[in-house]
């Protein structure tokens, strides 16, 4: 059965030297695009024409090309009408920023501008504008950055290049066991300790959260309903205000004192909610293992 092909993008990222290539570069390698940087122009028209008839194994391609390349930039403009009279695909990229900003990024870097090594740097800017000006007129898409946080730059990005239904923050839900510390990279830690405790129980204290009968005692409480009802309603309000800020991976710490009971069952419970929710979640149980945990059933002599 053949396999639908995937939709073909070859990317040429340019512009102001200070102006966000290299982040913008960043942010489309997360979407999934081989990004190769500074690229001689005089092979870009051959480089395309084999990534497109790849067979779909590169179908999503950034290069990026600058004023580095000094002996080499000066084809660029005759490479692209090269491309549109050959009618080969590609979309042009062009950062761009204010004097100021640009300045402000080159003095808090302390390198030196490629087109004024070793004179003012206002000086190399203009010559850079007016070396680019037509490579500006021929721009697909302009992202001036000089006002932009790196979020915003990475929402353009994605509202651009990204999927069509848009890319999702990933949720890691995670149960672990207090007495064995807490995670590390947790973005945000529950505390369920205050849950009844099936370890009380004898006929459940070698069971673990995942086994129906653990989770019947835990659900059975008022308090699990209200916490559950609480913590959905937090995580729905939440999770919306990350995703609009640019946060792509969120870990979600459930724990309890040895990770094998209380902190379990609320971690499936704010997984199976966030699978309803549409996001792309991940359940671990970190712990749960070095508990001591029927695994089998216990045959009688």
Not at 116 to 124: D, N
Not at 243 to 271: L, N, P, W
Request: hydrophobic share 40%; aromatic share 10%; net charge neutral.
């Amino acid at each position: 059965m053949s396999q639908e092909a995937k939709p073909y993008r070859f990317v040429i990222v340019t512009g102001m030297s200070g102006g966000g290539k290299t982040e913008a570069c960043r942010y489309l390698e997360d979407l999934g695009f081989f990004c190769i940087d500074n690229l001689p122009p005089v092979f870009i028209p051959k480089f395309a024409e084999l990534c497109a008839h790849s067979g779909g194994h590169i179908s999503k391609v950034v290069l990026v090309v600058d004023t580095r390349s000094r002996e080499f930039f000066d084809t660029f403009v005759h490479v692209l009408e090269e491309m549109d009279q050959n009618g080969q695909k590609y979309e042009l990229l062009f950062m761009d920023a204010s004097d100021a900003a640009i300045i402000r990024r080159y003095k808090e870097s302390r390198r030196h501008h490629p087109m004024a090594p070793s004179s003012r740097l206002s000086e190399g800017i203009q010559k850079e504008r007016a070396r680019l000006a037509t490579v500006r007129e021929k721009a697909t898409y302009l992202i001036d950055t000089s006002e932009l946080r790196k979020v915003e730059l990475k929402n353009k990005i994605i509202r651009l290049f990204g999927n069509p239904d848009g890319v999702k923050m990933s949720v890691n839900v995670l149960s672990f066991g207090f007495k064995f510390g807490v995670p590390m990279d947790a973005d945000m830690v529950l505390d369920v300790r205050f849950l009844p405790n099936p370890f009380y129980v004898d006929s459940l204290r070698h069971k673990s959260g995942t086994v129906p009968e653990v989770a019947a005692y835990i659900h059975q409480w008022p308090e699990t309903a209200t916490f559950e009802a609480k913590i959905d309603d937090l995580l729905e309000f939440l999770l919306p205000q990350y995703v609009k800020e640019g946060k792509d991976q969120f870990v979600i710490a459930v724990g309890c004192t040895g990770g094998m009971h209380r902190s379990v069952y609320i971690a499936k419970h704010i997984y199976d909610r966030l699978t309803e929710l549409g996001y792309s979640a991940s359940l671990e149980h970190r712990d749960l293992m070095k508990n001591d945990v029927q695994m089998h059933v216990r045959q009688e002599n």
